[in-house]
């Protein structure tokens, strides 16, 4: 047997060594890639899409754009997976305004269900909690199902 079947395993492998964990991570719970609550329909206030953007050895990123095609932006980090379909992480949102930095830390889980996922917490470091059971606590609504947009 020749050691040339040895060289694609090995490449596979330091591949993953050089990615980002918390890339790897998304990836492998199936969550990298871009989602909305109708992948058919634009952009609205009743459509969110998200992306959480997994460029191998960088930070991830979770991207949300509403229908003035701003876009909210922040660095993913501690991803787990939890039990029950349940997925922990970190996000991180860096802002610049007056030459002041500031960032805000939000603790999240979300649980998802083959090719949909909603959050059930989100609660920032600094004591808030926007959602709260997959309630969101503004509205008192439930969170919505975003389905996987394009495999």
């Known amino acids: 047997m020749s050691g040339a079947g040895l060289a694609v395993p090995a490449a596979l492998a330091l591949a993953l060594a050089a990615a980002n964990p918390d890339s790897a991570a998304l990836s492998q719970l199936g969550l990298s890639g871009n989602w909305a609550v109708d992948c058919q329909k634009a952009i609205s206030d009743d459509n969110p899409h998200v992306t959480f953007a997994t460029p191998g050895d960088q930070y991830p990123e979770y991207i949300e754009r509403d229908p003035g095609g701003m876009q909210g932006v922040a660095a993913v980090s501690n991803v787990h997976a939890l039990q029950s379909g349940q997925i922990a992480m970190v996000f991180t ?7 002041k930095t500031t960032q805000i830390v ?35 609504q439930q969170t919505k199902w975003l389905q996987k947009c394009g495999g």
């Open 93 to 99: 949102v860096t802002s610049n305004f007056g030459g």
């Open 106 to 140: 939000m603790n999240n889980v979300l649980v998802k269900d083959g090719d949909k996922f909603r959050f059930l917490e989100i609660k920032s470091d600094s004591g808030g909690t926007a959602v709260s059971g997959g309630i969101v606590k503004a509205s008192g």
